[in-house]
């Protein structure tokens, strides 16, 4: 591979006595270019000052000598790169990948190419090369298997683009992909102090930490190329944590997130954490509403249901409580007298939901994009669909007495859901 507008010099080797080179390039005529081998030797010099796609292609030499004509050499192929945008590389579920495990991949761009080689850096340069695929925005790409992973799959990738009828002019070199292999230590745990659910524009940090004494901790997100590294820091004794500040939120970071701990002295990283799903909300146009079924106040032991509505299009409700770590729950939208509505079963309330705590609910069209949270209502002014600041329900016990009543609400695991 050269790139554009580099210089390149070829060398011919032929045989003690040769009289003269001659250099064939497939599609030109012949000779493309000839030489004088060089004195008392028997090698000769072909040179092209500027590399550019007219001399892309694959070339052949031989020998001419007082017994007639050589036998032309095996080919050489000579690939000009930096003809147009590069395409972007990512791995599939991540870059850092369990030994034994497999990892996909993607290279993609809106430039249409026919064709993407991978290749990887190293003694022995290795490259593999695929048909696109077309995806219904548009997008081109192709999907690369890699595994079972074993420490010789580590490295540092990139891919290119290429039309059919030249597939010696390649594009600009995708940026870099490290892909890593993790070893089967302890997972650390990642979280965010914010929730699953976040708005856009609001500051997102990510911590990820483990009992284990780790020197440094990787984040990685499902699908991007980058690779989060910062030391650890020990809270105390035999603990080890790092904090990733991803700053304001949009709609870029949306996603799967995982991390991973290591030691300074070894290149294996940790087996990974459980993933992280980080939703941002107010991404999309329009309102979601929440109001309680079959009413604000509810007997012991009664069934309650949420349910979530929006007169805009979208395909997913998604459910989450205030101040809950654990992913919101989520419903396929059904059509229902114009509006899109899910229905969210929360089953019978007992008195150990008797918490004073609130419920919000986010809609999404995308699983990382969503609209901004839910105007909710109380659910004795539904005709009024009066607005309030959080939707709560009361608890009124089976007994007549006491008349008080206590508010309700749901608990960080939902632990009544059927």
Request: hydrophobic content about 30%.
């Amino acid at each position: 591979m050269v790139s554009w507008y580099s210089p390149v010099t070829m060398w011919c080797q032929g045989t003690l006595g040769a009289q003269e080179v001659h250099l064939d390039k497939e599609g030109s005529p012949t000779p493309w270019d000839r030489q004088t081998p060089q004195e008392a030797g028997d090698k000769a010099m072909f040179s092209i000052r500027h590399m550019t796609e007219d001399y892309a292609g694959r070339y052949r030499c031989y020998y001419i000598s007082p017994t007639g004509r050589s036998e032309p050499s095996d080919a050489l192929e000579l690939v000009v790169t930096g003809a147009h945008r590069k395409p972007t590389l990512s791995a599939l579920p991540s870059p850092v990948v369990a030994s034994g495990g497999n990892v996909t991949l993607q290279c993609g761009s809106w430039h249409r190419y026919d064709r993407f080689i991978l290749t990887k850096e190293g003694e022995h340069k290795s490259s593999w090369t695929l048909d696109t695929q077309r995806r219904p925005d548009g997008q081109t790409r192709a999907l690369f298997p890699v595994g079972p992973m074993t420490p010789s799959h580590r490295g540092t990738f990139r891919c290119y683009g290429c039309f059919r009828d030249k597939p010696q002019v390649w594009s600009e070199p995708s940026d870099p992909l490290e892909l890593l292999v993790s070893g089967g230590s302890g997972k650390p745990s990642l979280l965010t102090p914010q929730g699953p659910v976040v708005a856009s524009g609001q500051s997102l940090t990510l911590k990820c930490h483990s009992a284990i004494s780790y020197d440094r901790f990787a984040l990685a997100k499902e699908g991007a190329r980058v690779l989060r590294q910062r030391p650890a820091w020990q809270p105390q004794a035999g603990l080890s944590q790092a904090h990733f500040p991803l700053g304001q939120v949009s709609g870029l970071h949306g996603g799967r997130y995982r991390c991973y701990g290591g030691h300074n002295l070894s290149s294996l990283w940790s087996a990974p954490s459980d993933p992280l799903d980080i939703l941002v909300a107010g991404q999309l146009i329009g309102t979601a509403y929440i109001s309680v079924q079959p009413g604000p106040s509810v007997a012991t032991g009664h069934n309650v249901t949420l349910l979530c509505r929006s007169w805009s299009r979208m395909d997913t409700f998604l459910l989450s409580k205030e101040g809950a770590a654990h992913a919101p729950l989520r419903l396929r939208s059904q059509p229902r007298a114009g509006q899109n509505q899910a229905q969210f079963f929360m089953g019978p309330v007992t008195s150990a939901h008797g918490a004073p705590t609130g419920a919000i609910a986010h809609s999404a069209g995308t699983p990382t994009c969503c609209h901004s949270p839910v105007t909710p209502w109380n659910s004795w002014s539904q005709d009024q669909q009066t607005p309030s600041t959080h939707l709560k329900t009361t608890q009124i016990p089976r007994a007549p007495l006491p008349q008080k009543t206590t508010q309700w609400g749901t608990s960080s695991g939902w632990p009544w859901l059927p």
